[in-house]
């Protein structure tokens, strides 16, 4: 399965951006997917997770209350909804799929797109 992360950008902070994950070669619906960011200097972390099973949910502390993770099966996409947007929520986010029904940890996941940068100004 091919990924394609879209709909990053600057925003100001307390304000509000929708993340797209398309998927090209494969169903999605099949697939664990997560959304993952990086910041310079820092790890990759996980943010928000969809299992592959019921479409249960999982969200790292740091972004529970303010993002939603949803699919859209029809158009094979997942999208990241993220509100409140804080300063420390810059980084470039990359979604992926993994074959495991639901992972937080990114060496669980085998397919990643190219990220797409979000940054958030004070």
């Known amino acids: 399965v091919q990924l394609q992360a879209s709909g990053g950008g600057l925003v100001q902070s307390g304000g509000s951006l929708r993340l797209s994950c398309g998927a090209s070669?494969?169903?999605?619906?099949?697939?664990?997917v997560g959304w993952f960011r990086q910041a310079p200097g820092n790890e990759r972390e996980g943010v928000a997770f969809?299992?592959?099973?019921?479409?249960?949910?999982n969200y790292a502390r740091s972004v529970k209350g303010r993002s939603t993770i949803s699919r859209d099966s029809a158009k094979n996409m997942v999208y990241l909804q993220m509100n409140s947007l804080k300063p420390e929520d810059t980084g470039v986010y990359y979604c992926?799929?993994?074959?495991?029904?639901?992972?937080?940890?990114?060496?669980?996941?085998?397919?990643w797109g190219r990220g797409t940068q979000v940054t958030v100004s004070s």
């Open positions: 070669g494969d169903t999605l619906d099949d697939y664990g």
């Open positions: 969809i299992s592959s099973s019921d479409d249960s949910t």
């Open positions: 992926a799929a993994s074959t495991f029904t639901m992972a937080t940890l990114p060496d669980f996941y085998e397919y």
